[in-house]
């Protein structure tokens, strides 16, 4: 990533030409992000737009035509960006690359951006991006005394297959992720982009901080509508004594506190089978409150079972994590509100 101040002949400082219609020019700044704009990668992009914006330049520029994935953290963090840019008076141009443009295509924000360049528009034939292969030992993203939460590694994603042939997780998540890699596998392209670079989704492993200790499950956000704040839940912990610990009702606040900060939910949705009191009792714990009833939806055991809907609204959802204590998980800095 890296940011520079263009000169009064409208080329960059390093002296390269621009290579697009409308190039930066004088008083004007660019930030060009070369690596994948994830979770990983959105922390720092958004401190260094925030150190760009704070100089008040005439336009600043985003320039994303090298990045080849993202996922829907690092969407949230561009959909952001705009706002903070506007807030700040600052008029901003984002030049997308071609697997920009069909990420955020496929995340319903293309007409809340203002996107300009060659790779602003469609493109025939354009590959679906695949991204490249998460690191090692990633950190966590967020943690507690007990677990954290992170994206899995790349020989993590062989995990899913295990979970996806469980018939008891089978039988009272119903994951259509889980079903995608039973069928794909593990580290079918389809499958490991959907894990790691989605751009309407955010798949984190629950691991115990015991470094010995491997995934207890994972939390998932699917469905994620950036313009309109929303998203569904799915929580999926699969081994017994965990379970028993309640690590999934704190694992899906702290996922939901993360969410708020970072994506900028404000509605959260969750479906639960009728059978599932486990679950109905979790989600209850959580705060989300029973909306509807989706009449029997389910086939299971030779009966047709409802499906229940729930939902958590923000001011749901700020009073459960003031319970939790849990701090400002954003980009934006601590002054930012959660």
């Known amino acids: 990533m890296c940011a520079k101040r263009i000169d009064d002949t409208g080329s960059a400082g390093s002296g390269r030409p621009p290579r697009h219609d409308g190039a930066p020019g004088a ?21 260094a737009v925030e150190e760009r914006v704070r100089v008040a330049p005439r336009r600043l ?21 705009v706002r903070r840019a506007e807030a700040a008076r600052v008029p901003l141009s984002i ?31 354009i590959p679906e991006p695949h991204g490249e292969r998460p690191e090692a030992h990633p950190s966590f993203l967020v943690e507690t005394a007990r677990f954290g939460l992170r994206p899995p590694s790349w020989d993590e ?3 899913f ?11 009272m998540v119903g994951s259509q992720l889980l079903y995608r890699c039973r069928h794909l596998g593990p580290y079918h392209p ?6 790691l670079h989605d751009p309407t989704a955010l798949t984190l492993l629950v691991l115990p901080l015991d470094a010995a200790a491997g995934p207890v499950g994972f939390v998932r956000l699917y469905n994620v509508h950036l313009a309109e704040a929303f998203a569904f839940l799915e929580t999926a912990v699969v081994q017994a004594r965990p379970l028993r610990a309640g690590w999934g009702i704190e694992a899906s606040r702290l996922l939901l ?46 009966q047709r079972w409802d499906v229940l809907v729930f939902a958590m609204l923000e001011h749901e959802m700020r009073e459960q994590r003031a319970r939790d204590g849990f701090p400002y998980l954003g980009f934006w800095g601590p002054d930012a509100d959660p």
């Open 27 to 47: 008083g004007e700044v660019e930030l060009r992000l070369h690596e994948p704009l994830t979770c990983r990668t959105a922390p720092a992009f958004c401190r």
């Open 61 to 81: 520029w985003i320039n994303l035509e090298e990045v080849k994935a993202s996922d829907v953290v690092g969407l949230a963090a561009l959909f952001q960006t």
């Open 95 to 125: 030049l997308p690359s071609a697997a920009v443009y069909r990420a955020l295509l496929n995340a319903g924000i293309l007409d809340d951006l203002p996107l300009e360049g060659p790779g602003s528009g469609p493109a025939l034939s």
């Open 157 to 159: 994603i062989g995990i």
């Open 161 to 171: 297959e295990r979970w996806a042939n469980d018939p008891l997780l089978e039988q």
């Open 190 to 195: 389809d499958f490991t982009a959907q894990v």
């Open 257 to 302: 506190a993360y969410a708020m900060d970072a994506i900028g939910v404000r509605r959260v949705e969750a479906k639960v089978y009728a059978y599932n009191v486990l679950s109905v009792n979790a989600l209850k714990r959580n705060g989300f409150q029973q909306e509807g009833v989706l009449r029997e939806a389910r086939t299971y055991d030779g």
